[in-house]
């Protein structure tokens, strides 16, 4: 329906979770128990600083600092930290690295734990039933969904992330990067490869 | 990389921002929060697939009114009434004026 100001004389209504929301919030800063400048600072964290962009960052150093890489693999928050990386719902950090061998891939099953600090918020079918129940009973088929076919021998294992521990997959260096640089390793590194459902991307 | 759009609506942004703040303030704890918006996404699960997206959502908006009905911070009356005033606010503005909550 055409939205005209005879017909609508007033402000547009908001949805109802939207006004639920509101009234929610109204409550609860009457009553001092939120602030709402924290709330901004919260908002603007994750829709504009934290992404994808600062795991791949972390990935790419793996890539090309032998001593960074063995640093991540045992105590993945002391190499974030080196970086800058650190935040709210990344305090216990996990790195799992992919070998010839073996393939990780992560979800969460109870509801949508995610290493905010590293990628940000997570994407809808990370969140999604389908994901969550399948990526367990048959990881396989859905990283074809992904386009994702690995090797015959590489097996694939499957992480479970909870409220206290978040995990980082480190996808393995692509063929033909070598000499390239830190800043150009981490535009290969995409946000499903470091879930697990994606590879990094070639050169 | 080209980042994504986090959230698909302002008040989905509005609503993790104040569960996370609350949070953050000691209103309840993460793993409490995760064990109760877990147990809404099952409940939900159990009539329907979720999609992930806006119903996802409306999951986490039931479970933190539920958190705050039974913590006495936000009771489920005085929050249904004031959606219903902000509700009646918006109807009573006229086009393009901020709109304030009445008394």
């Known amino acids: 329906m055409p939205h005209d100001d005879h017909d609508h004389p007033h402000s547009l209504l908001p949805s109802d979770p939207a006004l639920r929301v509101k009234a929610l919030e109204t409550i609860l800063v009457a009553k001092g128990l939120v602030d709402p400048a924290a709330m901004a600072v919260i908002l603007e964290t994750y829709e504009t600083k934290v992404g994808p962009h600062l795991g791949a960052r972390v990935v790419a150093r793996a890539w090309a600092d032998p001593r960074f890489r063995a640093l991540l693999l045992k105590n993945a928050n002391a190499a974030m930290a080196e970086l800058g990386v650190t935040g709210r719902q990344g305090e216990h950090v996990v790195a799992v690295e992919n070998t010839p061998g073996t393939h990780n891939m992560v979800v969460c099953t109870l509801c949508s734990c995610y290493p905010w600090p590293l990628l940000g918020i997570p994407p809808a079918w990370y969140k999604s039933d389908a994901y969550r129940a399948r990526a367990v009973r048959e990881p396989r088929k859905v990283l074809a969904e992904f386009g994702v076919t690995l090797p015959e021998g590489q097996k694939v294992r499957v992480w479970d992330s909870t409220a206290e521990v978040r995990y980082l997959v480190v996808p393995m260096r692509p063929e033909g990067t070598e000499g390239m640089d830190e800043a150009a390793l981490a535009t290969l590194v995409t946000r499903d490869s470091m879930i697990g459902t994606g590879l990094p991307l070639a050169p | ?103």
């Open chain 2, 1 to 103: 990389m080209t980042p994504e759009r986090p959230f698909a609506e302002p008040w989905q942004a509005e609503l993790f921002a104040l569960t996370v703040a609350l949070s953050e303030a000691g209103q309840f704890s993460w793993p409490d929060w995760a064990a109760a918006f877990g147990a809404t996404l099952k409940r939900h699960g159990a009539a329907r697939e979720l999609d992930g997206g806006a119903d996802y959502y409306a999951a986490w908006l039931e479970t933190l009114e539920g958190l705050l009905d039974r913590a006495g911070s936000a009771p489920a009356a005085e929050a249904h009434e004031m959606r219903h005033r902000w509700e009646a606010a918006y109807l009573s503005t006229p086009h393009g004026k901020p709109v304030r909550l009445g008394e």
